[in-house]
């Protein structure tokens, strides 16, 4: 019998030059589009998606659901018999989503997942960013530190504060009014907003665009982390096989 | 039984009433519709009934001898009654006072009432004999005269009957339908347009079915329940206006286009727009690629002022107790680990020189592999992961809910470690962990804000000791707020290679995975500032040049046309 001994040192060396040559290929995307990275792209999704069905195959449906059916089968059973009944009911509920005709049977066990997570998504919220941020709002608003400040001769400290409060309203009502889309009908003339809402919505636009470009520059820089990572690797590729340091 | 108005009636009847009909037309009919099997008068009569008879004139009569008593033939009503005109069954003598008028002769079948029927069946009255009335002597002339106003009390109580014209010389008159000089002189307006006549009383009444089929002017035999009309057609076309036409077509345009494949955009820039494409992404390359390859250290490293949620971090992972327990939630897309390594490796290097005991779980697929990665690789040169001193928990399947039970009670959650068979929860360096608040820190590792979101909203309770996220560049300016929330669910921020530089300074390192990236970030980001605002001052430019060329038709327009026309003329 022949057996095959792979060096991993080479086999390493192999999967270095395979990634550094797929890296340049999704960076030839930068200049133009081109088959070739297409087909690159659509190996990155065959692969994350078969890679994730193995994951959930492995980790999830042999182990808390096939094994343990054969554990029962077997006569030695390592889950309840209450609790796998209620797993294999749920699950065979849900396989009728497959089915056009029997599909009203996984309904329920959609609406339960769909509801948990509506709940525990509306109650995170709620408690974990609604509620602190109102009290970020307000905190800027505390007289008893402007006081301190007064007190203690602070005087611009004091400004500041009375500077970041103006800001942090302005920005907090202009923003909300933006999105406040309610509108008066008066006659036959178009439904328009209120003078005063209309006001706060142009100086809303001013926060948002801020806020948009913020959420752009930190894509961008992202992107220019993981663009400066890739090439870095190339360069460390071509260091190892060219043995350059 | 329905038939169209084209067909035959009779074709349409059933065979049984077809047969009926044949059988009664075959049948040999007596004059005067006299029955055969009716006694003979002679034989019933006694004799000295019939010398009474014939001794005194009068005729044999009985009731079955008249014509309108005598027995109905049981099959007469099978045939269609054919329309008759009431005139020809008078009696002689009123035929003779009819005739005297112009219009004697029209029918008055149009006003079939009962005593007119009544009258038509009597016996003629000149065979009853009358009583003679004394008459007086008048003169020839006084005679003649009261014959003409007798005969025009005789049309008077028969007025109802006189017809209005004369037969064939005018056209017969369909009931309900105006004649010509009639409608001329209708008032306009007068009348309703409509026929709001019933059904069964129009021309086309013949329609009915059963055994009346293909007689006019007759009342349906039938009640409607159990007709058999073909029901009527409606249209499915909807009334629409052209706003909802408009808007419908909008909403099939968007619908479609959905649907539609997107084309190749690549090959629809234009030349000069791929140039530029071109030359910002060589701009961009260069600008990255000769730091790296001189690697060199120009760029000065941030001060520690600049974001004091790094320090935040570092302060707490500082003061960790050896061998305290912490909880790593690598929740990373493997698209951004390379821009977030950064961060990680410099972060988990404190946290192993501090000899804190890790655990990881995930709530990716992908989340295993990529501990396992970073820590054989990476973190190789620790002693931790040299000797593979971690738990990696594995995945943890089931999203926000899944985390949630986790963090109520993380010993019966299911996780990929457990599944496989294995108990880390029997390991000696967790008998102090049940619960997750008995972890001195935890720390999520998010490529995007929205899953560093979930710990923060599912968990801020649950961590006496807080929650520190380690996260790309993109998801910071989204998880910023926490850090300012009150009360404070998030403690500390280190991310992209901003924050790997600024925490390896604050370790005191001179070299690190963030100091080797920081001056090809520092140019590159030099780079597309540059670019960015030579692009807007370009854009700029194009536009003043453009207003400017549109200000100057505009003031030559009115010039050059007068010149154009002379020109042309």
Redesign the interface.
Known sequence: MISLEINPELLAQIGLVIAAVLTLITLSYAFRDNPIFRGVLYLFVGVAAGYTAAIAVQDVVLPQLAYPILDQLAGTPTKDVLDLAVRVGLTTLLLTKLSARATRLGSPVTALLVGVGAALAIGGAIQGTLIPQVGAAAGFFDVGTFDLALQGGYYGEGIQIIFEGIILLLATTSTLAYFHFGAQSRGKQEPQRNIFIDALARLGTVFIAIALATLFTGVLQATLGALIERVSFLRDVVNSLFGLQ | MTYHSGQDPEESLPDWLKALRKRQSQEPTSPEGEDSSAPEPDEEEPDWLRDIRQRYGFPESGPETDSHQKPENALSDTQPIIPSRAVETRPNHEREVFSQGPMAEEPIEDTPEQPSQEWINEEPAAEVPQPESPRREFPDWLEELGEVEGTAIKEDELAPHIPAFTEGTEPELIPGVLPSWLEAIRPGGAFPQEDTRSEEMLPSAEKIGGPLAGLSGVLPAEPDAIQSFKPPVYSARLEVTDSQSQHAAAFKKMLEEEGKPKG???HQVALPI?LI??LI?TA??VA??VP??SQSQLAPRPEPDLLPENAAVFNRIDVLPSEAPVLIGLDLQ???Y??T??AITAVINHLLERQARLVFISTQ??G??IVERLLQEELANQPAGAEGNYTNL??L?G???AL?SFFSDPRSA?V?MS???LNPWTSPAFDSIDSVSDFALVLVVSSNADDA??W???G??EFPNGLIAIT???????LR??L??????LQGIVS???GAVLYERLRSQEVGGGR??WD??SF??GA?LLLILLGGLSGRLTHMRLERTATKITYTEPETKPAGDQLGN
């Open positions: 190749d955009q690549g791929r494409n071109t992404g961009i390359f990255v690629l790296l390859l493997p698209a951004l390379g821009e390594k950064a697929p992908t295993p592999g594995g995945y399947s999203g926000m809910a949630r299911t990929s599944a496989l068979g979101r979930i923060i909203e599912q801020a309770s790309s560049a993109q998801a910071a300016p989204l707020p926490y300012q929330g009150v009360p404070q669910t992209g290679v901003q080797d990236l090809a970030y590159g980001l597309i």
